[in-house]
């Protein structure tokens, strides 16, 4: 397996209102949510996004835990 940054993950606003950030323990993702070239379509995929990364270390744990069973 390879390695990776130990959850728990994030989802959390941005420090301005066009920003979201995805947190761990030893980071943090900024993510432009809203611009002038960003549609609101673009604005929900980011969305779904970044709620899919945070969402890793969880999905991998239920993944090992699959392939052990």
């Known amino acids: 397996m390879s390695k990776h ?3 728990p993950w994030s989802v959390v606003d941005g420090h301005y209102p ?5 947190q761990g323990p030893s980071f943090k993702i900024n993510i432009v949510m809203s611009a002038t070239d960003i549609n609101f379509q673009d604005y929900l995929s980011r969305s779904a996004d970044a709620r899919l990364i945070a969402a890793a270390p969880d999905l991998l744990e239920a993944l090992e835990q699959f392939v052990a069973w």
């Open 5 to 7: 940054s130990p959850g």
């Open 18 to 22: 066009s920003m979201q950030e995805i």
